[in-house]
């Protein structure tokens, strides 16, 4: 593995805990039914969408990260592929969190689109490695 990819590793492997520390916080007001939380169904859903997509993401970018270095792509292409999805797990949940941030939402407001480009960024870095590995084989 590069240095650039072991390093990155590295650092996800360090914040992941936090998705998770969220995510359990998020039972724990599910469980428990004694904050405001509990009784906004859009915020919780949004913040369990947000909370599941930065796991999953943050997952996906460290199997990317073991096979970028193997597909045939350029320096920048390779860095495309290796921060991509690291940058959507990123975007993704800020949509959900920030877009409803407001105790009155009734609806998502524009900052949803956040994890719009997160999605674009995250297929972008795909078919990106999709394309070297092929290219590699």
Not at 2 to 7: F, G
């Amino acid at each position: 593995m590069s240095s650039e990819s072991l390093r990155l590793a590295g650092i996800l492997l360090v914040v992941y805990p936090s998705v998770v520390f969220g995510g359990a916080s998020i039972l724990w007001h599910w469980i428990t039914a004694r904050t405001d939380y509990y009784d906004h169904p859009l915020r919780q859903r949004m913040w369990a969408a947000g909370h599941a997509h930065a796991g999953v993401l943050l997952l996906l970018s460290l199997a990317m990260l073991a096979l970028v270095d193997h597909a045939e792509l350029s320096d920048a292409w390779a860095q495309v592929a290796r921060s991509g999805t690291p940058l959507s797990a990123i975007l993704v949940p800020a949509g959900f969190f920030l877009s409803i941030a407001s105790p009155s939402a009734e609806r998502p407001n524009r900052l949803i689109n956040l994890a719009y480009l997160g999605a674009a960024s995250v297929m972008i870095a795909t078919v990106t490695l999709g394309v070297g590995l092929l290219r590699a084989a």
